[in-house]
């Protein structure tokens, strides 16, 4: 019901723009509250799509659809040629769902059932892991890379550098988009019978009354387009929101716009988890944080260059590294043995607000940030 009251934002959101040409914030904030519910239709959508096509299908549509509002967020805020905003945005994602997302499924888990642990197929959990290192490895190499560049004896000029950096960000991305294609075949073709959901767990799973096919395509195509009217409006009203708020664009992108772009996924992670289907919340929360790193990150540097908007992968700030290393870590170590309790969901909750008040109170700067990264994290 309070996702369904939330839609009254998308007309509130475009009167305010195009009629009463409200002050950006109020149209940040509109626009912001729109996509929540969209973003939450599109999951709807998907699920009742998946209904109709079957599980091989329904899972290639989550892959399309998961992030699909994340994305589209990104590309607008892309088009403004605002970079550092759009990594800020990929770093608050791998860090939200698999700390702030999944702890919130865990704890909600462990109060529904009483405390007691709940259980998920560990093969899955180690392979998501084994995928979050890959994330560790191939967004820091970019950074580690422009730090080389800066030593003597390498490129000095910073054109030359940033010429290389956007040529191997492109590289690394293409690699990351066929890994992740790859194991969209690993885990869907050649081995579903080692990675299937156990859907009989729990309280049931799927809708009760599946809608036809037509429909559940409509709300998908339909909310698509939503979001990416709600995303012009948002983009269009970032830089003066931040400068109202007395709050850097790059706190905006790495909490704010964040969250908002995989709210959606919160909730269904917690839904599952409630019901006592851990294999599905695991998989939303940490496949979620996979696919932001080893696709939809590759997609945006990709499409940044055919915009003419060039993103590299090199993060300006050392504290995004940091962060994106200690989500593979505790993510691991709370998963490893296929078991959780609610402890260890607070104990992830509570590295996302600690790393969350430290990108509120940090003043990022352009230009050396890579160089300051790694010297940060090579002592």
């Known amino acids: 019901m309070l996702m369904n009251a939330l839609l009254a934002f998308i007309p509130i959101s475009l009167l305010l723009e195009y009629v009463f040409h409200a002050p950006p914030l109020w149209v940040f904030c509109t626009a912001v509250l729109a996509i929540v519910p969209l973003a939450d239709w599109l999951r709807k959508g998907t699920e009742h799509v998946a209904v109709h096509a079957g599980p091989t299908i ?49 704890v909600v888990a462990g109060f529904a059932n009483r405390g007691e642990r709940q259980k998920f197929n560990a093969a899955n959990a180690g392979q998501l ?15 580690i890379f422009d730090y080389t560049e800066q030593l003597p004896g390498f490129a000095a000029d910073a054109g030359t550098r940033g010429n290389l950096d956007e040529k191997l960000s492109l590289g690394v991305a293409v690699i990351l988009i066929v890994v992740y294609l790859l194991n969209l075949v690993y885990t869907l073709v050649t081995h579903k019978d080692v990675f299937s959901v156990d859907e009989s767990a729990g309280h049931g799973h799927g809708p009760e009354k599946p809608w036809s096919l037509p429909v559940a395509l409509g709300v998908l195509l339909g909310g698509t387009a ?91 700030s050392p504290l995004e590294l940091i962060a994106i290393i200690a989500v593979a870590l505790i993510v691991t170590s709370v998963t490893k043995d296929g078991e959780t309790t609610w402890f260890e969901g607070v104990l992830l909750i509570a590295v996302y607000l600690a790393l969350a008040l430290a990108f509120f109170y940090v003043t990022p700067r352009g230009g050396e940030g890579a160089a300051l990264a790694l010297r940060t994290l090579l002592g």
């Open 129 to 143: 892991s084994a995928m979050l290192f890959l994330t560790v490895i191939t967004l820091t190499l970019p950074a």
């Open 58 to 106: 329904g899972g290639l549509l989550n892959v399309t659809f998961g992030n699909m509002a994340e994305l589209i967020i990104a590309i607008f805020i892309l088009m403004t040629g605002n970079t550092q905003v759009v990594k800020a945005q990929i770093t608050g994602s791998i860090i939200g769902n698999a700390l702030l997302g999944l702890g919130l499924a865990i």
């Open 226 to 316: 939503l979001i990416a009217l709600e995303s012009e409006l948002l983009s269009g009203a970032l830089e003066a929101t931040s400068t109202t708020l007395g709050l850097s664009p790059f706190f905006l992108g790495i909490i704010v716009l964040a969250v908002v772009g995989n709210f959606a996924e919160y909730i269904a992670a917690m839904y599952f988890a409630r019901r006592g289907q851990m294999d599905m919340a695991v998989n939303i929360g940490i496949g979620a944080t996979v696919q932001v790193a080893l696709l939809t990150a590759p997609l945006l540097v990709i499409i940044g260059y055919f915009l003419g908007h060039p993103m590299n992968l090199v993060f300006s």
